[in-house]
């Protein structure tokens, strides 16, 4: 089995940016270039600010380039999980939080499809816990369906769906760096202070930053390990699959496996993470033996194709372990950071990387407030 990353979204040619190469100066360096990074730069430099973003590898390089495609409303944290440990008000007022954020993506991401998405039950207790959601979903006046199809039992989320995450990220590139955003690849940071950031022999003098990465959060500051850990995701892709036709992306196992077919009728199939949690902890993206034979198996005995296997990949994100919501938070003075989306980071990663932005703008937290308190 080839285990080198070869993730499936990468298939177009790319510029590339140049690295840092000189001192710098901005009033907002913003650190890392994923959806959530560029969502604060574009954010930012559509009010005027002068904005730097870098990365340590390739814009999309990371999660939000390599990750499923799902396009989900809510939290990682099933809804009615995330009412046990919020209340109703809080985990509904960040639902519709994310509900607004997938109804403005429509406006402005046209490889977007709203086909909905469909948690489906493994089993009976699986199902069971698929009601229990529905029923409180629909308490708290959130959209839900119940389901019942040719996938098996579960429910039904109307407002979700599907895009390509790296053209995504690209799109939001492509906007920053039209913006007047400078962007630098290659560009890993070593040090942060209140007003410096430090890449190699290199400074970037700024009044506030962001630091918008997920995987690796606790690893540029390390007062957060015992609440944030990273881990690796893995997935795999077929050709296109011509023996299943399916119309909807799946979460299935609680949503430890997950998988969607593409419009050109390939499987990008991702799980099995649970199942070998202690190897999966840490740093190393690249796909294992172990994990991508449980998603093979996945794929023949669920999903039930014999499409061959095209590519294989893996990304890091970090999971939060004392609270179902994202880390957000104030680390030093004017050092803003977000991550630990628990897996589920298209939508929720930017709407608190636009946040953190807003906040910097308006000089007022209140767009924080749901996040933090
Ligand atoms: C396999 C997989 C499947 C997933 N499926 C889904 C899904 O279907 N739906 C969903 O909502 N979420 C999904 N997720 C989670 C989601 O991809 C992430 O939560 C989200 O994309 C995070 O985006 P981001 O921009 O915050 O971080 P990233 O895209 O990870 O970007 C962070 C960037 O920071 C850079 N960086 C890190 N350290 C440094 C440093 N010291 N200096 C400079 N740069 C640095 C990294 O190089 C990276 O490019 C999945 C993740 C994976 C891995």
Redesign the pocket.
């Known amino acids: 089995m080839n285990t080198t990353n070869d993730v499936l979204w990468n298939d177009q040619p790319w510029w590339a940016c140049e690295s840092i190469h000189a001192h710098q100066t901005a009033d907002v360096c913003v650190?890392?270039?994923?959806?959530?990074?560029l969502s604060a730069i574009v954010t930012l430099a559509q009010h005027g600010f002068d904005v730097i973003g870098?990365?340590?590898?390739m814009i999309?390089?990371?999660?939000?380039?390599?990750?499923?495609?799902?396009?989900?409303a809510g939290l990682a944290a099933f809804h009615h999980d995330a009412v046990d440990a919020l209340g109703h008000h809080r985990a509904t007022t960040l639902y519709q939080l994310t509900l607004d954020a997938i109804a403005d993506l429509q406006k402005e991401e046209p490889g977007l499809r709203m086909s909905g998405s469909l948690r489906i039950a493994a089993d009976d207790e699986e199902y069971a816990d698929c009601l229990a959601q529905f029923r409180v979903m629909q308490h708290d006046g959130l959209p839900v369906k119940t389901y019942e199809g040719s996938e098996g039992r579960g429910i039904l989320f109307p407002n979700d769906g599907t895009f390509q995450?790296l053209y995504r990220v690209r799109r939001l590139a492509q906007q920053a760096t039209t913006l007047g955003a400078r962007l630098f690849e290659r560009?890993?940071?070593t040090t942060i202070q209140s007003n410096l950031v430090t890449i190699e022999q290199y400074h970037i003098q700024c009044k506030h930053v962001i630091v918008?990465?997920?995987?690796?959060l606790e690893?540029?500051f390390p007062q957060l390990r015992s609440i944030v850990q990273t881990t690796r995701?893995?997935?795999a892709a077929t050709a296109p699959a011509h023996d299943v036709a399916l119309s909807r992306p799946v979460y299935y196992r609680y949503g430890y496996d997950?998988w969607q077919q593409r419009p050109d009728g390939r499987i990008a199939i991702?799980g099995g993470r649970d199942l070998y949690a202690s190897e999966e902890w840490g740093y190393n993206p690249n796909p294992t033996q172990n994990i991508q034979s449980v998603i093979e198996e996945r794929l023949r005995t669920v999903v039930n194709t014999s499409a061959p296997i095209t590519h294989r990949w893996?990304?890091?994100?970090a999971y939060r372990h004392d609270d179902v919501r994202p880390f957000v938070g104030l680390l030093m003075p004017n050092v803003w950071a977000c991550?630990a989306?628990s897996?589920?980071?298209?939508?929720v990663?930017c709407i608190v990387a636009k946040a953190i932005s807003r906040t910097i703008i308006e000089n007022d937290a209140r767009h924080l407030e749901p996040w933090i308190n």
């Open positions: 650190i890392g270039l994923g959806a959530s990074g870098v990365d340590a590898g999309g390089g990371g999660a939000a380039g390599s990750n499923g495609g799902f396009v989900l995450p560009s890993s940071v918008a990465v997920d995987g690796r690893q540029l995701l893995q997935m997950y991702g893996g990304a890091c994100v991550g989306y897996g589920t980071g298209n939508i990663g």
